[in-house]
């Protein structure tokens, strides 16, 4: 089974290219791994409310870059290299999250469906700003500015 890096920084970059789908499912692969140290096709199913066949179909693609071990009916690991991919994906979501959530004060809901769509497209350089203004408002700023502009 792949090391995992709970801690990972972004030191080390992926360079597989691969689908917002792909991401979803590499990042539903290793949420569940996480939690449960198993995974299976109907897990991520399951998880990303989609069919079984089209579960198969990503996770052979995902095979094929080596991001996953994957055998038909088979428990399902997670390459170290897929690993940090998936890690890169809840990086960005996460940073995004906050922002939206810290920062611009929306629902839990709104920030967690944004941060979905738009962690597959943001550059790596507007993504370190977003964490940067993010950690300097949280520092600086903190509720009393959200309550002021919008309340």
Do not use: P, W
């Amino acid at each position: 089974m792949a090391k995992f890096n709970e801690e990972y920084r972004g030191e080390l970059e992926v360079n597989k290219n691969i689908s917002s789908s792909l991401e979803d499912y590499l990042e539903a692969l290793y949420l569940i791994y996480i939690e449960h140290k198993i995974v299976k096709a109907i897990d991520i199913s399951r998880a990303l409310n989609v069919s079984r066949a089209s579960t198969t179909e990503a996770l052979k693609k995902l095979a094929e870059k080596n991001l996953i071990n994957y055998g038909r009916y088979g428990v399902i690991s997670i390459t170290d290299e897929g690993a940090i991919k998936a890690q890169e994906v809840i990086k960005k979501h996460n940073s995004l999250y906050n922002f939206f959530k810290s920062v611009l004060g929306a629902s839990h809901t709104e920030a967690q469906d944004n941060a979905c769509k738009i962690e597959h497209i943001v550059s790596k350089d507007i993504l370190e700003r977003i964490v940067a203004f993010t950690d300097y408002y949280s520092k600086n700023f903190g509720d009393d500015f959200k309550k002021k502009y919008f309340s």
